[in-house]
């Protein structure tokens, strides 16, 4: 098993095309922790952060199946900000965990880096102090706008307010480590990740002080103590 081993954050913008740039690194066999994908799972009937927010929302927000109705949960904190940072310090320290969790299953099967696929990774810009590198999936605004339009069936001025919504890709790009331009054809952007993987496979890089900082923050003291020995032996 290899002792060494860094985080990778990888965000993109609507349209931009980050599911393909992932796709192929899952191909590759990489390891990729999907952010979206835990914050779905957190919120499940089964999860502790599911208890307390049908606890502090009340009933009402819930399916005829008991799960969380998201459109209906969606709707109350876009209208009252408070209620947003209420959900927010629910549900991320137990995103927080279920993201340690699977860091540390990639770090026992010995794998160089993982990545972490954040939607909001350089909008938040909390996480990106804990990665060694950042990707930014890329495209021309022009390639952005047509992708959106004919992806989602919008016009010009309703995609672009869409694309309006977010912080522009050439704002990103300024702080990403790594850019991986995808506004050519498919076989360019996989020439690209191919050769930004072997990069990252050469990275002699540690995790130490960042996953030291990641358990810290989900609270998990007994793993922090197993990955330091494990990092400074």
């Not at 922790?33 to 089964?46: E, F, G, K, L, S």
């Not at 709707?75 to 993201?99: A, C, D, G, W, Y």
């Amino acid at each position: 098993m290899q002792s060494r081993m860094f985080l990778v954050g990888l965000s993109g913008g609507i349209a931009s095309g980050k599911s393909t740039v992932v796709a192929v690194f899952r191909e590759l066999g990489c390891a990729v922790i999907d952010a979206d994908v835990i914050a779905r799972q957190v919120v499940q009937p089964h999860f502790l952060a599911y208890q307390q927010i049908v606890h502090y929302f009340g009933t009402e927000i819930l399916l005829e199946s008991g799960e969380i109705n998201r459109e209906a949960l969606g709707n109350i904190i876009f209208s009252h900000p408070e209620k947003r940072q209420v959900l927010n310090s629910i549900t991320h320290p137990e995103i927080q965990k279920e993201m340690l969790k699977q860091i540390f299953k990639y770090f026992v099967l010995g794998y160089r880096y993982v990545i972490l696929d954040i939607p909001l990774l350089f909008e938040t810009n909390k996480l990106t102090k804990f990665m060694k590198h950042t990707i930014l999936v890329y495209c021309d605004p022009q390639t952005q706008l047509s992708r959106l339009m004919k992806r989602n069936g919008l016009s010009q001025s309703e995609a672009e307010a869409r694309i309006a919504s977010q912080l522009p890709l050439d704002e990103k790009r300024k702080l990403a480590t790594h850019v991986i331009d995808n506004s050519r054809d498919w076989e360019s952007t996989w020439r690209h990740v191919l050769k930004l993987h072997g990069q990252l496979e050469d990275s002699l890089d540690f995790l130490l002080v960042r996953l030291a900082a990641v358990t810290a923050l989900a609270g998990i003291g007994g793993a922090v103590c197993f990955l330091l020995r494990h990092f400074v032996s």
